[in-house]
């Protein structure tokens, strides 16, 4: 006898049963995952050996040790420990080398292992697959394709337009300490920063700085930073379809749209712009092109143009890098001068002698501040904008010492244990610009904040010149004193951060 769909107890039947497979299925699929658990587990616990560190829950991991904000704290508690590189579990089945020895750091960049996609990855709906997270043939194109955009002829001029946006925030400044002298460095920054890039790379003059206290992109940026740092560390997010329906995975979506409004609307300016005929014929006559003409007008070796999502994506990439990795760095240094007086001070005095009031300042002129750089690289030091990268083993590797790791594993660059290894740094808390002065001598490898190798950051040249002008004109207007009742505590957020902001006393000069 058949049963009937539309008869209740024909129903009734088939449910029990429908459930009993479901169950079958469920306890099959859990019996699946458990064994690829334990086994990756086994492969993971004899692949990192020779790597030991502290204990670890086999389910949890080192969850429990790096708790409230500590993160970093904890992590150069175990580079006293273990001076080369210490195994850091995750969860159960996840575990990655950190590493923070010079040399160790010199055979990995030395390689070109692609980037670790377990984290990257989930940066992908935010920046998409652009210069920072390609890998293979495709980031070796771009990256050619995109070098010329920093050659010095085109940031030469950058110097004033990056000056003009500085002046805007200094403004700003006096405005704000008639009233009281205390400022929140990170936003205002970020704004300056925001303003800057958007002018030199994207000939986008949108005064990001004007009357607000924050942007809408800002605080996107802010938004994905922890919603990223959240998601990298829960085991139950990394799959997209479970991600997206979590409330974070919401929040991480909103935020990805609000990014890209600010974005699409800086390519259709330019795109609009370049629709004239004449405008684009100017634009190829130039000798030297700018970021995002370099991608409009871009054609590729086999004669096609960047996609539109190509295109998007290294617009979202550098917007994103170009900016919340200088704020960080331009910040945390005025923090560090803000801590020690003298350094200040003599800094202050040279760019008084070089620049006068300040009023001018050129491409020429950033490199005759000796003194001035030298205390910026050691705020890079103190504090490195990008506190760690990472790399997955495409083939084994063997360090110095002869300890070895096989291929698959992730190795996590940790540029600020590296930063404040006492191996590699004598008393590596103390603010000490003599580190950096020219007949000084360190490890190639000792002091990575733009990383090394084929993948080292593009826009190097770009970030010094920007920290510079910053760091020199805003000497040049205020003295800067700590606020001791709101001690910044610094936090890896993709860029380091401060979870209470930072804060200082601003007096006018
Ligand atoms: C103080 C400021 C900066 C610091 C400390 C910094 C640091 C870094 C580091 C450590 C990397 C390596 C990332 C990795 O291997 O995963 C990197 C890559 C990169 N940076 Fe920067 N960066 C800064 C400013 C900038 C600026 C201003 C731009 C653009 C205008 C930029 C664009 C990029 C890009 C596109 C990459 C990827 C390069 C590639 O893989 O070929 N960065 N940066």
Redesign the pocket.
């Known amino acids: 006898m058949s049963i009937s769909m539309s008869s209740p107890m024909g129903l009734l039947g088939i449910i029990p049963g429908l459930f009993q497979v479901a169950l079958l299925l469920s306890l099959v699929l859990l019996l699946i995952n458990v064994a690829q658990f334990y086994m990756r587990r086994q492969w993971l616990l004899k692949a990192v050996q020779e790597f030991p560190s502290p204990p670890s829950h086999w389910l949890f991991g080192h969850k429990y040790e790096f708790q409230n904000d500590q993160e970093l704290q904890q992590a150069l508690k175990w580079v006293h420990e273990f001076p080369c590189a210490c195994t850091r579990w995750m969860w159960g089945s996840k575990a990655f080398l950190m590493v923070h020895d010079p040399d160790y750091l010199k055979v990995i960049l030395g390689r070109s292992d692609p980037?670790a996609m377990g984290s990257?990855r989930l940066l992908s709906p935010w920046i998409g697959e652009?210069?920072?997270l390609?890998n293979g043939p495709t980031?070796f194109q771009h990256?050619r394709m995109?070098t010329p955009a920093?050659h010095y002829d085109i940031l030469k001029p950058y110097v004033q337009l990056t000056a003009d946006s500085v002046q805007v925030m200094l403004e700003k400044w006096e405005e704000l300490v008639t009233q009281d002298s205390h400022v929140e460095l990170f936003e205002h920054v970020s704004l300056m920063t925001l303003d800057t890039?958007m002018k030199c790379?994207f000939s986008y003059h949108g005064n990001a700085q004007s009357n607000r206290s924050t942007h809408p992109y800002i605080q996107a940026v802010g938004d994905l930073s922890n919603l990223f740092f959240s998601r990298v560390r829960n085991a139950l997010y990394q799959t997209d379809m479970i991600y997206r329906f979590t409330p974070e995975g919401r929040l991480n979506h909103q935020a990805c749209e609000l990014a890209h409004k600010h974005t699409d609307q800086v390519i259709n300016q330019r795109k609009a712009y370049l629709q004239e005929e004449r405008e684009l014929e100017k634009i190829k006559r130039k000798k030297n092109l700018d970021?995002l003409d370099i991608l409009l007008c871009a054609k590729m070796e086999d004669g096609s143009s960047l996609s539109d999502q190509d295109l998007r994506a290294e617009v979202d990439?550098?917007m994103f890098?170009?900016?919340d990795?200088?704020a960080?760095?331009i910040s945390w240094i005025l923090y560090a001068l803000a801590m020690h007086p003298k350094h200040q001070q003599t800094c202050r005095e040279e760019i008084q002698s070089l620049l006068g009031d300040g009023s001018s300042i050129t491409w020429s002129h950033l490199s005759q501040m000796p003194y001035t750089t030298m205390c910026i690289k050691e705020g890079?030091r103190l504090y490195?904008?990008?506190p760690s990268?990472?790399?997955v083993l495409s083939k084994p590797i063997t360090f110095p010492d002869g300890r070895s790791l096989p291929k698959g594993i992730i190795v996590s660059?940790n540029?600020h244990g590296l930063h404040h290894n006492p191996k590699v740094w004598s008393n590596p808390e103390v603010f000490d610009p003599f580190r950096f002065a020219p007949d000084s001598t360190q490890h190639s490898h000792a002091f990575?904040?733009?990383?090394g190798g084929?993948?080292?950051?593009?826009?190097?040249q770009?970030?010094?010149n920007?920290?510079k002008v910053a760091v020199a004109l805003t000497l040049l207007r205020f003295e800067l004193a700590p606020d001791p009742t709101r001690v910044p505590n610094p936090i890896s957020r993709v860029v380091l951060r401060s979870t209470n902001g930072i804060h200082l006393h601003l007096k006018k000069l």
Do not use: D, Q
């Not at 990575?448 to 990383?451: C, I, Q």
């Not at 084929?454 to 190097?460: E, V």
């Open positions: 980037k990257y652009g210069l920072l390609l980031w990256r995109l920093f890039i790379a970021f990439t550098f890098e170009g900016h990795t200088t960080s760095g890079l490195p904008p990008v990268i990472s790399r660059l540029i990575l904040p733009f990383s084929s993948r080292n950051c593009i826009g190097k770009f970030a010094m920007e920290m």
